[in-house]
């Protein structure tokens, strides 16, 4: 088992989160984590999050590696981590950006595949990325074939980065959460969606045509606008929270009757996860990544069928039993996908490498 592990992260979307539970409950099995924050700026309440976790932060602002022109930014943040990992005498990196395992490092490296670029083109419109992302399709390759470990948090995703950059093998560790944090509450008459709302993955204009035909409201959280000012997005009928920090999204979870996210693509979906702890009835895109975890327990539709989604929300708005045993059933399956559960399958990762790595230099 490893004494210090450094862990990357970034500030937007389900990998914060993600970092923050993986962090928490390696702590738990008595493993100092430190995390790297790359990109943004921690939020004040991220940096609370953090500190009430027990979890030491360090911060960077950077471009990271799907963002456009970001390689002098990728390159100074890499000799940043390697210099911090010596600092604080890490015996395992775990990389939220494969590309980064790429660069030389003191310790073993686990890159975790969480979304790509090629797999979210691919997906959301339909055809192969454009000659532009030539570079990151290179620095992904580097990175998967230079890390010592490569996780994926679904099936589907390992098959995509396979398919997109050639990686032969990984494993398959589904995202965590704790669930004594997120409790089912009384519900109330309404439809609830989160997620990056300018992001059209995540198809909340879908959604928002569905919502002017529902007979209760429909509420979305989430940002309008991508980080680099380059995406945006807006609605007619869906009633708009702005971003919220975790504390403040599981009332609303947790009152909420029915969660809507009808992707394209969602590699895992910790927003799903979320919602299901919280007791809410799902419906969701019928892609094969919230199929893995989800079948049996979630009503699915085709992300482009806003009729049909139109319809599934009706049904269920209509027929409380249906709703309640769905929720049942989502609840139930969503804790088995707990932060602890996470943690020790990602330690036996470590101690592989930690275990091969002895081994090669006794054999030395």
């Not at 990389?95 to 310790?107: K, N, V």
């Not at 089912?184 to 008459?189: L, Y």
């Not at 309404?190 to 993955?201: E, S």
Request: aromatic share 8%.
């Amino acid at each position: 088992m490893p004494n210090h592990v450094l862990l990357t992260t970034d500030t937007v979307g389900g990998v914060w989160t993600y970092t923050m539970e993986l962090a928490a409950a390696l702590g738990r099995e008595g493993v100092a984590v430190t995390v790297a924050a790359l990109g943004q700026e921690p939020s004040g309440p991220q940096r609370e999050a953090a500190e009430r976790r027990g979890v030491a932060l360090c911060t960077r602002p950077c471009r990271l590696p799907w963002m456009r022109e970001p390689w002098d930014d990728v390159e100074m943040a890499a000799c940043w981590l390697a210099e911090l990992g010596d600092e604080i005498g890490a015996d395992l990196i775990h990389l939220s950006e494969p590309a980064f395992a790429a660069y030389s490092w003191g310790a073993p490296t686990v890159a975790v595949g969480h979304s790509c670029v090629l797999s979210w083109w691919e997906s959301v419109l339909g055809e192969p990325a454009p000659p532009a992302w030539m570079r990151y399709r290179e620095a992904m390759c580097a990175g998967l074939v230079a890390a010592d470990a490569v996780v994926a948090p679904s099936r589907a995703m390992l098959e995509s980065l396979g398919r997109h950059y050639w990686l032969r093998g990984g494993r398959v560790i589904p995202n965590g959460l704790d669930p004594t944090g997120i409790q089912p509450g009384v519900k109330q008459g309404f439809v609830f969606m989160a997620g990056r709302l300018w992001d059209r993955a995540k198809n909340a204009e879908a959604l928002d045509r569905a919502a002017g035909g529902l007979a209760w409201p429909a509420y979305a959280a989430g940002p309008c606008e991508s980080p680099d000012a380059t995406e945006a997005t807006s609605f007619e009928n869906l009633r708009l929270l702005g971003q919220l920090e975790s504390a403040d999204m599981i009332p609303w979870l947790s009152r909420a009757a029915v969660f809507a996210l009808p992707a394209r693509y969602e590699p895992f979906g910790l927003s799903v996860l979320e919602a299901a702890l919280a007791g809410c009835a799902l419906v969701l895109g019928d892609i094969p990544s919230l199929r893995e975890h989800w079948d049996g327990v979630a009503v699915f539709i085709p992300p482009d069928d806003t009729d049909l989604l139109g319809i599934a929300l009706t049904s269920l708005i209509e027929d409380a039993g249906l709703r309640q045993t769905l929720a049942m059933r989502a609840r139930r399956r969503a804790l088995e996908f707990s932060a602890r559960r996470m943690a020790l399958d990602y330690l036996e990762v470590y101690a592989a490498l930690l275990n091969r790595r002895g081994a090669t230099a006794c054999a030395s």
